[in-house]
């Protein structure tokens, strides 16, 4: 066997895999087609945060890995609900719910998924039991009862005893491994960027709702010695499309209204990227040798996650 578990994905679930999986002693390959992008300002970075619980934090932790993200990330320790319908965009009421109430620690704790990336292939290059190979994906799979089988674009090819898919919801190794799934599409995209802000978050995740979808909050380490937020605003998809082309001023204008300006004027502090909004089910979450996990498993609305 040229590994144990060959991981077909270099994005958090594929990185986190492989540093659990590896910590735990197993020989771990992971691929993926593009290298990381690692920097926050540079084209093709993901401004997209990611979320822990604590489950998952503890998990990382026991592999070592928290560590190094904790220093960046940010705890999300109330979770404020706010409905904003109606004809002018103000409060009309406004829930909040306090991890206190049923923890010692927060809900989770939030990580620009760039960072995590950057700090993720760094821990790697200190197991020597991973092996990271940025620029290389999956190009074949076969699979019997003892072993899996896997071709690489470079031309290679590996024995493994389990294949992980953590390529996202385009799986290629899920596609080969012959699970299909069902896709729902809602007409709706999703803005993502980061701000600036003059009134501190104080550790709140906000979610303003209106007609077109929520306008969420979630806290971010300052940015610039400003507080500061990462956005993920919904909208029906030609509407998703119009803002991000706006002109900086006019977009500012336009996100301050919807943000009923609860954290004060925002400021734009990052590029503005769009993403899709769909549900996707694998019909099931493994085949011969073959684990499905994250987004190539299941993917879900960012309200829904």
Same mark, same amino acid.
């Given at each position: 066997m040229d590994a144990d578990i060959i991981i077909s994905g270099g994005g958090v679930a594929g990185l986190s895999a492989a540093a659990i999986f590896g910590d735990a002693g197993f020989r771990v390959i992971c691929v993926d087609p593009a290298p990381p992008v690692t920097e926050r300002d540079v084209e093709g970075s993901?401004?997209?945060?990611?979320?822990? +619980?604590?489950?998952?934090?503890?998990?990382?932790?026991?592999a070592g890995l928290w560590a190094r993200l904790a220093p960046h990330a940010e705890p999300l320790q109330v979770m404020r609900i706010v409905d904003a319908g109606g004809e002018v965009s103000e409060p009309r009421i406004i829930k909040?719910?306090?991890?206190?109430?049923?923890?010692e620690k927060p809900f989770g704790w939030n990580l620009p998924n760039w960072l995590l990336r950057r700090e993720m292939v760094a821990h790697l290059e200190g197991l020597e039991t991973v092996e990271f190979r940025p620029g290389t994906g999956v190009s074949s799979l076969f699979?019997?009862?003892?072993?899996?089988?896997? =071709?690489?674009? *470079?031309?290679?090819?590996l024995r493994c005893r389990l294949v992980i898919a953590?390529?996202?919801?385009?799986?290629t190794v899920r596609e080969a491994a012959g699970v299909p799934v069902k896709t729902t599409r809602y007409g709706q995209k999703a803005l993502a960027f980061a701000v600036t802000h003059p009134i501190p978050h104080e550790h709140v995740s906000t979610e303003i709702h209106r007609s077109g =979808?929520?306008?969420? +909050?979630?806290?971010?380490? *300052?940015?610039?010695?400003?507080?500061?937020?990462?956005?993920?605003?919904?909208?029906? =998809?030609?509407?998703?499309?119009?803002?991000? *082309?706006?002109p900086e001023a006019?977009?500012?204008?336009?996100?301050?209204?919807?943000?009923?300006?609860?954290? =004060?004027?925002l400021k734009l502090?990052?590029?503005?990227?769009?993403w899709p909004i769909i549900s996707q089910v694998a019909e099931r979450m493994y085949a011969e040798r073959v684990a499905l996990v994250a987004e190539a498993a299941h993917v879900v609305p960012p309200i829904g996650a």
């Open positions: 993901d401004l997209r945060t990611t979320a822990f +619980l604590q489950p998952a934090q503890s998990l990382l932790d026991e909040e719910f306090d991890a206190g109430d049923i923890s699979t019997r009862e003892a072993e899996a089988r896997v =071709g690489l674009s *470079d031309g290679s090819k953590a390529d996202g919801r385009n799986s =979808g929520p306008f969420t +909050l979630v806290p971010l380490p *300052d940015y610039d010695g400003r507080p500061s937020s990462a956005i993920v605003w919904m909208e029906e =998809g030609p509407e998703a499309m119009r803002l991000k *082309d706006l006019e977009f500012e204008a336009a996100m301050n209204e919807r943000s009923c300006l609860l954290f =004060g004027p502090a990052s590029r503005r990227t769009v």
